[in-house]
């Protein structure tokens, strides 16, 4: 038997609203994810990816439709509920490069502490799990001005993984990340996923290494959503529209994308 969905949206329209009107991203969205479900987000730039992402964690109203988180809407928790059911990475994030390394992913302990924000031994080894789990243990101390962008983005997934929330959703985890940490990082969402149950949806221009890794993409194209496995979604064809032909084809056999560069 299969697992029970745990996020489920119905006819859902994304976009943004403003005194001036309504700017559609997509509609039509008929999404459902299983707990320890790997999921991957995919859609040429300006397509939807980010505005869908930000939907689901919350931080966007949709325009229509309702998003359940288990038998509830996502607007039915309070936030410190919410926050101990998904846990957020966005691109832009604004944070204090004052901060530490180490108090920066001591951050995602805030929904389980005290008003006093103490940190009790548990609290302080899911921050140092975290910390090795993105192998950042030797820039604990150092503040966050002093990171580069890969450094950074690695510490932002640890303060998400110390979070330890059921779902987590990345926007574009491993864009400033070099080959062997690209690597690394997504083996590291997919080990969270398949070991540990976790459910994570991530957008990404890793379109190749997420087709072959994930086990759901939702591909965003023109306004319209699909969700499936990456199997089905190559024998339907959905892939072959996304890039004009002359620059980049999907070959069905590998089932990966080819840039032309003749
Ligand atoms: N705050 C905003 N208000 C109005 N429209 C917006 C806003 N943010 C994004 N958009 C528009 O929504 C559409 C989708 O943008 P989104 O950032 O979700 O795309 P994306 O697929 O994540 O793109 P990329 O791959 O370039 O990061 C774009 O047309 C964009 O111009």
């Not at 949206?9 to 707990?35: C, F, H, M, P, W």
């Amino acid at each position: 038997m299969g697992k029970a969905t745990l996020i489920h949206t119905n006819n859902l329209k994304i976009g943004y609203a403003s005194k001036k009107g309504e700017r559609l991203v997509a509609d039509q969205i008929d999404l459902e994810i299983s707990s320890g479900e790997l999921v991957a987000i995919i859609g040429i730039n300006g397509s939807g990816k980010s505005t869908l992402l930000k939907t689901l964690a919350g931080f966007l109203l949709p325009l229509d439709g309702n998003i359940h988180l288990n038998k509830k809407t996502i607007q039915e928790y309070t936030p410190a509920e919410f926050a101990q059911q998904i846990s957020v990475v966005l691109t832009n994030q604004i944070i204090s490069k004052r901060l530490t390394v180490y108090e920066l992913i001591a951050l995602g302990r805030h929904p389980y502490t005290g008003w006093n924000g103490k940190l009790s031994n548990l609290d302080q080894q899911k921050i140092t799990n975290a910390l090795h789990e993105v192998d950042m243990q030797s820039m604990a101390s150092t503040t966050c001005d002093q990171l580069s962008d890969g450094q950074l983005q690695r510490v932002l997934l640890a303060r998400a993984l110390a979070q330890d929330t059921p779902i987590i959703l990345l926007d574009e985890p491993t864009t400033h990340l070099d080959l062997f940490h690209k690597t690394y990082t997504l083996g590291l969402l997919k080990k969270l996923a398949h070991e540990r149950d976790k459910t994570i949806i991530f957008a990404s221009h890793e379109i190749n290494p997420a087709i072959q890794l994930c086990d759901k993409i939702i591909l965003v194209n023109h306004k319209k959503v699909v969700m499936d496995t990456s199997e089905n979604l190559v024998q339907r064809g959905a892939f072959n529209q996304l890039f004009p032909k002359e620059y980049i084809v999907f070959d069905q056999t590998s089932g990966s994308f080819k840039m032309n560069l003749e």
